[in-house]
Structure formats: structure tokens, C-alpha cells
């Protein structure tokens, strides 16, 4: 299983970045897919999820009306569209998978998200 985000960066307050993560290994379409993130000197916290269809999705109060997770199963893509951006949102985000039918959960690499004018 490999999980590999991109699309991180530098971005001014009140601006867009869109995350990205390929995953490969496993039944991309079966399994639900979220991202999280980890402030500096923060733990790890849950920013969005989606389910295995991508018609249903859920975030953190945080993030809500501000960031749209998607999916795309045939080039087997999880996104994190992230728009308004605040000094807050600063931290690394992760992609997640829990394969449920073999009990074992993955992440990826991450990729840093720097907030700030």
C-alpha cells in the first residue's frame, strides 16, 4: 500500500491550495479515504472523510465550508480542496486509509501546508 500526497506549499492568508493524494496497493474504490493534519508541537487531528462512493463526506468543525474533499476511483485520487485559508490551517497534512477487511490502517508521507503573509 503507498499513499503519496502532493500540492503543499506557501499561501497568504484568504488563499486556495488544493491537496492531492495517489494511492496504490489496495482497492482504491472499496475503502473510505480521509486526511488529517499535525500542527507543530500539535497531535494528529481528523480534517475530512470520504466515503468509498465519494457520496457522502464529513469534516471537522474547523474546516467545514471552507475545504471539499473528493475522490476520483478510476485514477484512484483522494483530494482536499482548501479555499479561505487561515494561519490555523498551518500543518502537515496526511492522507489516510483504514483497510478495514484486513485491519490495518496507512498513511502517507505528508505534505506541509504554511499559512502566513
Known amino acids: 500500500v503507498q499513499l503519496v500526497e502532493s500540492g503543499g506549499g506557501l499561501v497568504q492568508p484568504g488563499g486556495s491550495l488544493r491537496l492531492s493524494c495517489a494511492a496504490s496497493?489496495?482497492?482504491?474504490?472499496?475503502?473510505?479515504m480521509s486526511w488529517y493534519r499535525q500542527a507543530p508541537g500539535k497531535g494528529r487531528t481528523l480534517v475530512a472523510t470520504?466515503?468509498?462512493?465519494?457520496?457522502?463526506?464529513n469534516y471537522a468543525d474547523s474546516v467545514k465550508g471552507r475545504f471539499t474533499i473528493s475522490r476520483d476511483n478510476t485514477k484512484n485520487t483522494v483530494d482536499l480542496q482548501m479555499d479561505s485559508l487561515k494561519p490555523e490551517d498551518t500543518a502537515v497534512y496526511f492522507c489516510?486509509?483504514?483497510?478495514?477487511?484486513?485491519?490495518?490502517?496507512?498513511w502517507g508521507q505528508g505534505t506541509q501546508v504554511t499559512v502566513s503573509s
Open positions: 496497493g489496495f482497492t482504491f474504490s472499496t475503502y473510505a
Open positions: 489516510y486509509v483504514y483497510l478495514h477487511l484486513a485491519r490495518r490502517n496507512y
Open positions: 470520504i466515503n468509498s462512493s465519494g457520496s457522502s463526506t
